[in-house]
C-alpha cells in the first residue's frame, strides 16, 4: 500500500456525498486536496478541515471551460497533478412520460463532457510527467438497469467506455486509470430520488454509506506500482 503523503489529489463533487467522503479518506492517507465543486462555501469549510495544503477550486465543471480553468490552476499552485478523481455528477431520473428533456444536456455535460474534459487535459500532464492517477466514478446504472435511469445510466456507460479506452492508450505511460461503480449510496442525489418515489436499485440491493465508496477510491490510489486496478464494483452487503 503506497502513502499518499505529499501527493496532490483533485475530487470534483468535494461537496457533498461520495466525493466529500473519498476527500476525507486521500487526506488521511496523506494527499493534499484541490477540492471541486460549485458551493464554495462547503469547499472551503472542508478544506480548512482537511489541512495540508488543501485548497478549495468553485467551478460549475458543466462549463466547458471549466476543466481547464482547473488544471491550469492546479498546475500553477502546485506544479503537478497526481490523483485526479472525477466525481462531480447529477441524476435526473424519470420514465419517458415525465422526463423533462432540459435536463438532458445539463446531465451530459456534467456526467459525460466534463469527465472527459478533465480527464484528458490532466492525462496529457501526467503522460509528460510519467505518472498519475485518474479514478473516474461510473454507477450500478451503467451496467444494471432500472426504470427512469436510462439517461443516466447510458451517460455513465458512456463514461466507463472512455475510460476503459483511456486506460489502454496509456498502458506504459505510468499513468492509471480505473473506474469505481458504486450501486446506491446515501448522499443527496440518492435521497432526493427517493423523495420523488423514484424506484431505484436500493429495492434490490441494499444502500451504502459514502465512506464505503471513498474506501474503494483509496484501494486504487494506493494499489502498488505494479498494477493498474480497471474497475471496482462496490455492492452492499447488508443495509448500512
Ligand atoms: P451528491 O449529490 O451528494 O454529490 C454530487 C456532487 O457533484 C456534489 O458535490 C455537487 O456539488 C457536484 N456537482 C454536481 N453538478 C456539478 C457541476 N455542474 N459542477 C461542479 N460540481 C457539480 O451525490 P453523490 O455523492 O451520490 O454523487 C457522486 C457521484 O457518485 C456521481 O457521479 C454519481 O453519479 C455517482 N453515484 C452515486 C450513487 C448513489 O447512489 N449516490 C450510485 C452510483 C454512482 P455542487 O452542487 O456544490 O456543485
Not at 509528460?128 to 446504472?141: E, F, L, P, R, V
Not at 492509471?176 to 432526493?192: L, N, R, Y
Amino acid at each position: 500500500m503506497n502513502n499518499l503523503e505529499g501527493q496532490i489529489a483533485i475530487v470534483t463533487g468535494a461537496s457533498s456525498g461520495i466525493g466529500a467522503a473519498s476527500a476525507r479518506a486521500l487526506a488521511e492517507a496523506g494527499a493534499t486536496l484541490v477540492l471541486v465543486a460549485r458551493r464554495a462555501d462547503r469547499l472551503s469549510a472542508l478544506a480548512e478541515e482537511l489541512g495540508r495544503g488543501s485548497t478549495a477550486f468553485a467551478a460549475d465543471m458543466a462549463d466547458p471551460d471549466a476543466p481547464q480553468r482547473l488544471h491550469d490552476f492546479v498546475l500553477e499552485r502546485f506544479g503537478r497533478a497526481d490523483i485526479l478523481v472525477n466525481n462531480a455528477g447529477m441524476l435526473h431520473a424519470a420514465p419517458i412520460d415525465a422526463f423533462d428533456l432540459d435536463q438532458l444536456r445539463p446531465m451530459i455535460a456534467i456526467n459525460y463532457e466534463a469527465v472527459v474534459r478533465a480527464s484528458t487535459l490532466f492525462a496529457r500532464t501526467m503522460k509528460a510527467a510519467g505518472k498519475g492517477q485518474i479514478i473516474n466514478i461510473s454507477s450500478i446504472g451503467a451496467n444494471i438497469t432500472a426504470p427512469g435511469v436510462g439517461v443516466y445510466g447510458g451517460l455513465k456507460r458512456a463514461l466507463e467506455s472512455f475510460t476503459d479506452c483511456l486506460r489502454v492508450e496509456l498502458a506504459g505511460t505510468g499513468v492509471k486509470v480505473g473506474i469505481v461503480a458504486p450501486g446506491t449510496t446515501s448522499t443527496e442525489i440518492f435521497e432526493d430520488m427517493k423523495a420523488r418515489g423514484q424506484p431505484s436499485w436500493d429495492s434490490f440491493i441494499p444502500p451504502m454509506q459514502p465512506q464505503d465508496i471513498a474506501d474503494a477510491v483509496v484501494v486504487i490510489a494506493q494499489q502498488s506500482e505494479r498494477t493498474n486496478i480497471a474497475r471496482i464494483h462496490v455492492y452492499a452487503a447488508a443495509d448500512s
